[in-house]
């Protein structure tokens, strides 16, 4: 059974860098899964913010594509985000998922997500 | 970008109602339509996949349908743990999107 579990700082300062990671954990990175990061902001709706496969390549949200780069470590069995110059709006709750390469798909299983502060 | 719309944005109903929760894409996606619920303060979890597959382990009480450009979610015979948060989400596209949500309230 996959688990994922996301790590990462609780409070990043406006302009700074926010940095997550999700540990998979019951299945390996490399099999045909893309790998994904989404949020919620407070009292708001689901936002995809982008993925990665275990080739290293990603799918970004248009809106936020300018800041982010999602990645995999293969070695560690892990994937990161980083979303740089960040602001009051990027706080939100952070969730890793995961979903197949090939339709149909869905996200299955969800990391149980981290809430992200920006704030000085 | 691919628009989902949920209708209602919230309703309200009682332990055994069934309730109609409707999601309209912008665009023809097929069948490539899921949906989920998310309690509070917990990550969302998959009910429905493909429009109108009943994922491994949820009650038999929600169902789906629909193809195209719209479909439904129908709950029939609301448990007290269905007060919630139910997103649609497509995958025709690789740039996902989901609905804004339609929160079920007692």
């Known amino acids: 059974q996959v688990q994922l579990q996301e790590s990462g700082p609780g409070l990043v300062k406006p302009s700074g860098t926010l940095s997550l990671t999700c540990e998979v954990s019951?299945?390996?990175?490399?099999?045909?899964?893309?790998w994904s990061w989404l949020r919620q902001s407070p009292g708001k709706g689901l936002e995809w913010i982008g993925e990665?496969?275990?080739?290293?390549?990603?799918l970004y949200n248009q809106s936020l594509k300018s800041r982010l780069t999602i990645f995999v470590d293969k070695s560690k069995n892990q994937f990161s985000l980083k979303l740089a110059s960040v602001t009051a709006a990027d706080t939100a709750v952070y969730y890793c998922?995961?979903?197949?390469?090939?339709?149909?798909?869905?996200?299955?299983?969800w990391s149980p997500g981290t809430l992200v502060t920006v704030s000085s | 970008d691919i628009q989902l719309t949920q209708s209602p944005s919230s309703l309200s109903a009682s332990v055994g109602d069934r309730v109609t929760i409707t999601c309209r894409a912008s665009r023809d996606i097929d069948i490539y339509l899921n949906w989920y619920r998310q309690r509070p303060g917990k990550a969302p979890n998959l009910l429905i996949n493909t429009a109108s597959n009943l994922q491994s382990g949820v009650p038999s009480r929600f169902s789906g349908s629909g193809s195209g450009t719209d479909f439904t979610l129908t709950i029939s015979g609301l448990q007290p743990e269905d007060f919630a948060t139910y997103y649609c989400q497509q995958s025709f596209n690789s740039l996902i999107t989901f609905g804004g949500g339609t929160q079920v309230e007692v």
């Open positions: 990665v496969y275990h080739t290293g390549s990603t």
């Open positions: 019951g299945s390996s990175l490399e099999k045909t899964n893309w």
């Open positions: 998922a995961s979903r197949e390469q090939l339709l149909p798909n869905w996200f299955d299983p």
